[in-house]
């Protein structure tokens, strides 16, 4: 099964007096890019939540969102950053002396500076937390991913009914192919015919015109263009079934489906080709466009 790289979860819980809540998102990316995003007292978790979060994704660009909250009514250790408070006490009294201003700091101005006051959590909460959390997390983690296999389940119906279209062109192409080489002796015995005004005399076995077909064939040949496309659908039926990320693969698969058939487009001379190579290319490029997406 196919994942999208497009997801969304999150899960919330109480333990411990504090309300814990966790919002993970993916998007589109060429590798796996995992941010975390925690309260500052709190990032000795980060690790392990981020860790959390890579066993389940191998690509994507993930951002997760947590946020630890007492719970109403609970009380949080205050504290007072007696450095930070000396400095801008310091830094006060310079600017009063410089430029002979009559107001002082008073004990309110002080308390609503950044950083003077400073809610500690004790470290016995953050390891009491550590298994609540990361419950949480692996929770909203569950969710997206989940979201991720059901668009991942609608990219894969999408990208299959491409596959379809183009083994149908493939199997007009193999017709079309397969008449060339008379199509091209008719149309230079015609020519002949016109210029020389004696169709009894160009015989079927002449050694010049057997020559000049069987260089047009083979200039005209798209016989292993064609066998290569068909194991690349092969390839892209089996990636499509397969239980692992497979976007890079999948992407790689759709270049090389489209080089072949720009070779056919370049070899052929025929009017068919040119219109189911330009159907081929649509259907492609529709491919393409969901690859991107693709875990």
């Known amino acids: 099964m196919i994942r999208s790289m ?24 060429r590798y796996a890019e995992i ?11 980060e690790d392990e939540v981020k860790r959390e979060i ?14 630890i909250e007492k719970e109403a009514g609970e009380t949080k250790r205050v504290e007072i950053d007696w450095t930070a ?24 101005d002080l308390l609503t500076l950044p950083d003077v006051l400073v809610i500690r959590e004790t470290k016995s909460d953050a390891e009491a937390l550590t298994g609540p959390l990361l419950d949480c997390v692996r929770e909203a983690v569950g969710a997206m991913v989940r979201m991720r296999e059901t668009e991942g389940t609608r990219l894969s119906m999408y990208v299959h009914e491409c596959l379809v279209r183009l083994e149908r062109l493939h199997g007009e192409m193999a017709e079309t192919a397969a008449g060339t080489a008379e199509e091209h002796m ?3 015995r015609t020519r002949l015919t016109a210029l020389l005004g004696d169709a009894a005399a160009i015989r079927p076995d002449d050694p010049r015109l057997v020559t000049e077909v069987a260089l047009m ?7 292993e263009e064609l066998s290569r496309l068909s194991s690349h659908f092969e390839q892209c039926r089996s990636l499509l079934a397969a239980d692992e990320p497979a976007g890079r693969r999948f992407d790689f698969l759709v270049q090389e489906m489209n080089r072949e058939v720009n070779t056919i487009g370049s070899k052929s001379n025929r009017l068919e080709f040119a219109g189911q190579v330009i159907e081929m290319k649509a259907e492609l490029e529709k491919m393409r466009e969901q690859a991107q997406n693709i875990e």
């Open 6 to 29: 497009t997801g969304f979860g999150q899960h919330g819980l109480v333990s411990g007096g504090y309300r814990l809540h966790a919002e993970v998102r993916s998007v589109n990316h």
């Open 35 to 45: 941010a975390v995003r925690i309260p500052r007292e709190w990032l000795s978790l």
């Open 54 to 67: 890579q066993h389940a994704v191998r690509r994507g660009k993930v951002e997760a969102f947590v946020t």
């Open 85 to 108: 408070a000396e400095r801008y006490v310091q830094a006060a009294g310079e600017l009063k002396a410089r430029f002979g201003l009559t107001d002082s700091l008073s004990l309110k």
């Open 186 to 188: 008719t149309k230079l």
């Open 217 to 223: 064939a083979d200039k005209c040949d798209i016989g």
